[in-house]
């Protein structure tokens, strides 16, 4: 479960892993059968758990965990930037490594060998380290690794579970064509994601926030019916769910090294001031997303042109108009579902306005 504080830093980033880890959805394969991949779906499962039991293992030093607010940018603390880079280097360079021997690796009587290991797990000296912390982390998980020097052949054996491997090419097959792993092919690799689908996302984030199944995708349906463009942008430094138009975009945003490690956000709001301006004519929901949304004026100066500060009163309070582009956490799960309904009744009025 996903909190504010952790033990350690290394522990913040895996448990954020363990969250988008996908729930095990096999597809139909002539060459892995859904044993092969129900199997591997429990290791790389285990993988993850064992990297947030036992970081040491990989090489993870148990640093004091901290996180950025939600409006503190990452130069704001530089070395909790490094840090946090170094863990992330960590854990990619295992699970390329993983993808690359799927890749390349042939499959003899149940154990996969993987020919001119170094050139093609991309394993230089400088990494010597970060290699032989992926086989004591792997090694303590049951796997057997035993690198030939002089042939360069890694030999790959699984004493639980030999009928992985058709599996794990299947996987790394999918997510890499030979060159370049893209960011998402890595993730959907990292979280054993078979049909490539990250709408689970959206069903953790319901549960995260006590939200109704299905919720969330009902919500954006109502603007994908409408035309809006949708598209998940899926890494493991952060990952997000964006629904948008020329007019306003909606975002949940999955972020490790924030305090809160999901949050909701309005990208932007075209005609917003204008539809705030005619407050009274507006629906009941959407002037409760404005009351909700909107903070109390503080003279700060921040949204001042031309003389003139962009504030409005109502119910006696003076409300800041540019406040509503600051970054805002979404409440969760104060705010509940009753948000969401006073956001779309609030954007529905904008066509009027832009």
């Known amino acids: 479960m996903l909190r504010e504080n952790y ?4 522990q913040r980033i895996s448990n954020m892993c363990l969250f988008y880890f996908s729930p095990l959805n096999t597809i139909q394969s002539e060459g892995a059968s859904q044993q092969s991949q129900a199997g591997l779906h429990a290791l790389f499962e285990s993988i993850w758990m064992k990297i947030a039991d036992e970081p040491e293992l990989l090489g993870l030093e148990p640093v004091p965990d901290d996180s950025y607010m ?8 530089p070395e909790l930037n490094l840090q946090i880079h170094q863990i992330y280097y ?16 042939e499959i ?20 010597k380290n970060c290699f032989f912390n992926n086989v004591r982390l792997l090694k303590s998980l049951n796997l057997d690794l035993d690198l030939d020097q002089k042939s360069d052949t890694l030999r790959i054996g699984c004493q639980d579970d030999p009928k992985i491997f058709a599996a794990w090419k299947l996987l790394s097959n999918q997510n890499f064509s030979g060159d370049k792993i893209s960011e998402s092919g890595l993730f959907a690799f990292m979280f054993c994601c078979f049909d490539r689908n990250f709408d689970y996302l959206l069903r953790k984030a319901e549960k995260h926030w006590h939200l109704q199944p299905m919720f969330l995708t009902s919500f954006f ?24 138009n020329d007019i306003t975009g909606f975002r949940i945003q999955m972020q490790p090294a924030k305090i809160q490690q999901i949050y909701f956000r309005i990208n932007r709001i075209i005609g917003s001031v204008k539809a705030i301006m005619d407050y009274d004519h507006l629906s009941s929901e959407a002037q409760e997303f404005i009351r909700t949304e909107l903070a109390d004026c ?20 003076e409300l800041c108009i540019g406040s509503l582009w600051m970054v805002r956490d979404g ?9 969401f309904d006073n956001i779309y009744a609030f954007v529905s009025a904008l066509p009027d306005y832009s």
Request: charged residues 25%.
């Open 7 to 10: 033990e350690n830093l290394p």
């Open 70 to 77: 939600l409006i503190q940018s990452a130069n704001r603390k």
């Open 90 to 105: 960590q854990l990619t360079e295992l699970f390329s490594m993983l993808l690359y021997c799927g890749y390349y690796g």
């Open 108 to 127: 003899c009587d149940e154990i996969m060998l993987v020919k001119n290991f170094k050139k093609r797990a991309r394993i230089k000296i400088k990494n």
């Open 221 to 244: 349906m109502k603007f994908i019916e409408q035309g809006y463009q949708y598209e998940w942008n899926c890494s493991i430094f952060g990952t997000s769910f964006t629904v948008y």
């Open 298 to 317: 503080s003279n700060c100066g921040h949204c001042m042109k031309n003389g003139k500060k962009k504030s409005i009163y109502i119910q006696n309070r």
């Open 331 to 339: 409440g969760f799960p104060f705010r509940g579902e009753k948000y």
